[in-house]
T-cell receptor, first 114, second 112 residues
Framework: DSGVTQTPKHLITATGQRVTLRCSPR?????VYWYQQSLDQGLQFLIHYYNGEERAKGNILERFSAQQFPDLHSELNLSSLELGDSALYFC?????????????FGPGTRLTVL | GQQLNQSPQSMFIQEGEDVSMNCTSS?????WLWYKQDPGEGPVLLIALYKAGELTSNGRLTAQFGITRKDSFLNISASIPSDVGIYFCAGRKSDSWGKLQFGAGTQVVVTP
């Protein structure tokens, strides 16, 4: 158990819908990273939040957004869903208090868009 | 897209054999991490490397940070059935504030 929690475990929805994925980092970690894992693209970095502020964006679509709340949990919002958005979505957390910022991954949310 | 070239793509080995895999890039990284992922689960951190030339072990696993800072290697000695899974390398550049780039993974299958 990495200490990172994600809900829900599975999500099935229809095209055009909007969903929210939730992540709670390890106790004490200030950074949350979101990744998307699909069969054809592998693990792709989406976005990074540090202590409530957005720090970096990767290959994140404009239909996707995220935020980190004062209690440090984070939510990834996916809207106008398309079939191609079906994937595993992981969050990872890190303390980022030094250069030794190992990232620990949660169990993921499997999103299926029908 | 991915900038890390991980090989081999898959390995079929017998229990007790050693396993070697590597990751290369045209870019310089200041951190290399190795993860293992089981089906339907999140990647689990195995080893973290922070200095060029560093050699670090975790039980039967040994990883090295290449001297050029453009590659890393992972070895598994005396494989056992629970070593089955997908192994990923991940690299972090100094200017990327923690963003990891992942290799495509090496699928390891261990037969008794």
């Amino acid at each position: 158990d990495s200490g990172v929690t994600q809900t829900p475990k599975h999500l099935i929805t229809a095209t055009g819908q909007r969903v929210t994925l939730r992540c709670s980092p390890r106790s004490g970690d200030l950074s949350v990273y979101w990744y998307q894992q699909s069969l054809d693209q592998g693990l792709q970095f989406l976005i990074h939040y540090y202590n409530g502020e957005e720090r970096a964006k990767g290959n994140i679509l404009e239909r996707f957004s995220a935020q980190q709340f004062p209690d440090l949990h984070s939510e990834l919002n996916l809207s106008s869903l398309e079939l191609g958005d079906s994937a595993l979505y992981f969050c990872a957390s890190s303390s980022d208090r030094s250069s030794y910022n190992e990232q620990f991954f949660g169990p993921g949310t499997r999103l299926t868009v029908l | 897209g991915q900038q890390l070239n991980q090989s081999p793509q898959s390995m079929f080995i017998q229990e007790g054999e050693d396993v070697s895999m590597n990751c290369t890039s045209s870019s310089i990284f200041n951190t290399w991490l190795w993860y293992k992922q089981d089906p339907g689960e999140g990647p689990v951190l195995l080893i973290a490397l922070y200095k060029a030339g560093e050699l670090t072990s975790n039980g039967r696993l040994t990883a090295q940070f290449g001297i050029t800072r453009k590659d890393s290697f992972l070895n598994i000695s005396a494989s056992i059935p629970s070593d089955v899974g997908i192994y990923f390398c991940a690299g972090r550049k100094s200017d990327s504030w923690g963003k990891l780039q992942f290799g495509a993974g090496t699928q390891v299958v261990v037969t008794p």
